[in-house]
């Protein structure tokens, strides 16, 4: 059934996209002045891959929707074939410890950031074609079909978190397979597939989760530190120390845009993993606020959509994406404020970096499409 764009969410992605370009703009000067030479250098580069995530933003926007659903395997293979990639020594490169990136031209990409709309894409596509009741608009729960069982459904759906969690540990990136499993565990609870599923699932991620975490000592010290900054105040520490540090000499109101101090190499990540400390220092607590309500504004509107929807794919792919990104915010905030360990995951439209704002900015333009056509 065509409906009428939703232009609610289109104003929200519009609000976050040139929000986060103009924050970063000021943020990331310092940075780039001392280590290019060039104030605009970080911004520059974000503002290319904005400007390829709108390129699939438009395309993924005028797609069909069962062409999308079609191509959603071809789109999954071609994600691992990448995660392969990044394990072999002259593609693959190295950060901090970890292989997470493929180098092409010096430029370097972060293929677990796609596979978030790419395995939502795939388990939406898996799920809506084992039932043949059509959902009923204002339910988002959907007709479940009397031959989903266990092999149909959990199983190959088991088998694939199974999959990317290999992928992602020895990625060594717990935080990205964290929302992943978030994402299709939702998707796969409000299918109305049987309850036992999902808690099995989850059960199971929850004892992998805890195995990885103990059997890795920086991670335990990750999350000792969590519960106790102060084991480790100059070192991994340091980091929520001078988070907490920046929010509160924000106050209520902030200092002002542009006018952190901790982003003068003071607070490591500022970029990325800590950017939300600096909005709270330069706009203060009502800016977060403000920003926390923007992210909530874009679940419930992504729900309503998933609510109105004739079509069980369209109606699984606008949940998966509204949870991953509205999910992914709140860690990153949680993080920020020492209600969450920190994890190296992005705040959505606003940290540094191409992979994950072209990844949203694609997934946005599916959920805009969803809400016209789903």
């Known amino acids: ?8 969410l289109l104003a929200l992605i519009t609000i976050l996209t040139v929000g986060g370009l103009l924050f970063l703009s000021t943020l990331s000067a310092p ?61 693959g490169a190295e950060f901090w410890g970890a ?23 795939y388990v939406s596509s898996l799920i809506s074609t084992r039932f043949s009741k ?12 009397s031959g989903n069982n266990f092999i149909e459904v959990f199983l190959p759906f088991f088998i694939l978190l199974g999959i990317i969690a290999l992928f992602l540990v020895f990625q060594r990136d717990l935080g990205t397979l964290g929302i992943i499993i978030v994402a299709l565990l939702t998707i796969y609870l409000l299918a109305d597939t049987p309850l036992w599923h999902t808690i099995l699932s989850a059960s199971i991620m929850i004892l992998g989760a805890v195995s990885l975490i103990a059997l890795e000592p920086y991670r335990v010290k990750r999350f000792l530190v969590f519960l106790n900054p102060e084991i480790d105040p ?8 001078q988070s907490l540090i920046a929010i509160g000499s924000g106050g209520i109101f902030g200092n002002g845009l542009g006018m952190s101090t901790q982003k003068f190499g003071f ?5 990325s993993d800590s950017i939300f400390a600096i909005l709270g220092e330069e706009l203060g607590i ?9 992210f909530l504004y874009f679940i419930w509107l992504g729900l ?28 990153n905030i949680m993080s920020s404020v020492g209600m969450f360990p920190l994890t190296g995951i992005p705040l959505p439209f606003f940290t540094y970096g191409g992979s994950h704002i072209i990844t949203e900015l694609a997934a946005c333009g599916i959920l805009l499409n969803i809400s016209k056509h789903g």
């Open 134 to 145: 059509s959902p009923k608009r204002g339910n988002i729960n959907i007709s479940r079909k």
């Open 234 to 241: 100059l070192g991994i520490g340091f980091q929520l120390r």
């Open 267 to 271: 607070l490591p990540q500022a970029m």
């Open 286 to 294: 009502l800016g977060g606020i403000v920003l926390i309500s923007l």
């Open 1 to 8: 059934m065509k409906r009428h764009l939703n232009y609610h």
């Open 99 to 121: 292989k997470r990136w493929i180098n092409i031209g010096g430029k370097t990409i972060q293929p677990s950031e796609f596979l978030k709309l790419t395995s939502i894409l």
């Open 304 to 331: 309503k959509i998933a609510n109105k929807s004739d079509d069980k794919f369209a109606k699984l792919t606008a949940i998966g994406i509204s949870t991953w990104i509205t999910f992914q915010a709140f860690i």
């Open 31 to 91: 940075a780039s002045l001392k280590i290019f030479g060039n104030p605009n250098y970080y911004f520059f580069r974000q503002t290319i891959s904005v400007l390829i995530g709108l390129v699939l933003f438009l395309i993924l926007l005028k797609l069909p929707l069962h062409i999308i659903k079609k191509i959603a395997p071809i789109l999954l293979i071609i994600n691992a074939i990448l995660l392969v990639l990044v394990f072999i020594p002259v593609v």
